[in-house]
């Protein structure tokens, strides 16, 4: 089977992912200390973010289950932000975003558009926002997007 709509999300989050990965590489590690919104938002809770969802997608899609939990009680959705002294050193969220980016590209590699229709392995009940692995598939990557945009903010004048 040739699964025309999940070589199109691979793409899209090969291409969303690499896009990420622009910004995050072009960002120093004191760009990502800076703030987006304050008392909001700084570069490294961004980053932080990112790992935690791309961490979630696993869990969501049936293929794993979340690898970094001490990220998930720092960076999920509703945390109190804190100060960037308090979080992993930049260095090593740069690594667990990497990680975290390669082990998506295989799950995307191994979807089959059969698997697309199924319910999402987090379903609570009718109200759930995302209900399939489609579903699932495509938010993680608007999101994904999203934040990259804020991420970019930070980037030097020089390099956008």
């Known amino acids: 089977m ?93 690594n667990k975003w990497k990680e975290m980016v390669e082990k998506n590209k295989k799950i995307y590699a191994e979807l089959t558009d059969a698997e697309l229709n199924e319910p999402q392995a987090q379903l609570t009940g009718e109200n759930d926002f995302c209900k399939t692995k489609e579903d699932v598939a495509s938010h993680w990557q608007v999101h994904l997007m999203y934040h990259t945009g804020q991420l970019s903010v930070l980037m030097p004048k020089s390099k956008s």
């Open 2 to 94: 040739e699964n025309p709509a999940s070589k199109i999300l691979a793409k899209q989050y090969a291409d969303s992912s690499g896009w990420a990965d622009w910004i995050i590489n072009s960002l120093s590690d004191e760009d990502l200390r800076k703030e987006i919104n304050p008392g909001k938002n700084h570069g490294v809770w961004l980053l932080g973010h990112l790992i935690t969802c791309e961490d979630d997608f696993a869990l969501f899609m049936g293929k794993g289950e979340i690898t970094y939990m001490d990220y998930h009680n720092m960076f999920a959705e509703n945390t109190k932000l804190q100060s960037v002294d308090n979080y992993p050193p930049v260095s090593e969220m740069r």
